[in-house]
T-cell receptor, first 117, second 115 residues
Framework: DAMVIQNPRYQVTQFGKPVTLSCSQT?????MYWYQQKSSQAPKLLFH???????NEADTPDNFQSRRPNTSFCFLDIRSPGLGDAAMYLC????????????????FGPGTRLLVL | AQTVTQSQPEMSVQEAETVTLSCTYD???????LFWYKQPPSRQMILVIR??????QNATENRFSVNFQKAAKSFSLKISDSQLGDAAMYFC????????????FGTGTRLTIIP
């Protein structure tokens, strides 16, 4: 089945130690998103890629970076995690502005829960 | 800027009964999409239903239906014959049709199903 996959599901890191979360998709979607979600809150968009074009949200801290080496993979790098970065990180995809239906629906992965010690 | 408001932080319903979750939004756009997403505890966020603003007919998906009132900017979700598996956080979301790939989420409604 086509899907959005996130690894690992749980990640423990130390304060200040760089960490990378990964996302892959078999949907062949043009757009990939990274969200941060804290307990009982709505997801907060950090950034998204439309193909290779990177779109950063104005309030996303510089501590968060992203890479998209190809259509299928997208990475979230947290350069120096702080205690406040402990959260669920969600990856999502959408088709983007292409022909065909359902261009706008976002499909989410299961998330990676990050714990910072 | 677009905003989405879910005024019910928590709702509960008896199993097999019907419940309605409310959502209002603010936009100056005329062409947009609205979504309801479901996020069960510690599980994946999944799409429940979507509505295209230019379609007057309310979307339905099995036991889930919406009441879309474009003039009032209201987009409520009705769940019929509630089941234990419907227990989740429900997020209402908005997206303009052109020029922006972003979703604007509401703050969510936590739905509890009472056996």
């Amino acid at each position: 089945d086509a899907m959005v996959i996130q690894n690992p599901r749980y990640q423990v890191t130390q304060f200040g130690k760089p960490v990378t979360l990964s996302c892959s998709q078999t949907l062949n979607h043009n757009v990939m998103y990274w969200y941060q979600q804290k307990s009982s809150q709505a997801p907060k968009l950090l950034f998204h890629y439309y193909d290779k074009d990177f779109n950063n949200e104005a309030d996303t801290p510089d501590n968060f970076q992203s890479r998209r080496p190809n259509t299928s993979f997208c990475f979230l790098d947290i350069r120096s995690p702080g205690l406040g970065d402990a959260a669920m990180y969600l990856c999502a995809t959408s088709r983007g502005r292409t022909s065909g239906g359902d261009q706008e629906t976002q499909y989410f992965g299961p998330g990676t829960r990050l714990l910072v010690l | 800027a677009q905003t989405v408001t879910q005024s019910q932080p928590e709702m509960s319903v008896q199993e097999a009964e019907t419940v309605t979750l409310s959502c209002t939004y603010d936009t100056s756009e005329s062409d947009y999409y609205l979504f309801w997403y479901k996020q069960p505890p510690s599980r994946q966020m999944i799409l429940v239903i979507r509505q295209e603003a230019y379609k007057q007919q309310n979307a339905t998906e099995n036991r889930f239906s919406v009441n879309f009132q474009k003039a009032a900017k209201s987009f409520s979700l009705k769940i019929s014959d509630s089941q234990l598996g419907d227990a989740a956080m429900y997020f209402c979301a908005y997206r303009v049709n052109f020029g922006n790939e972003k979703l604007t989420f509401g703050t969510g409604t936590r739905l509890t199903i009472i056996p």
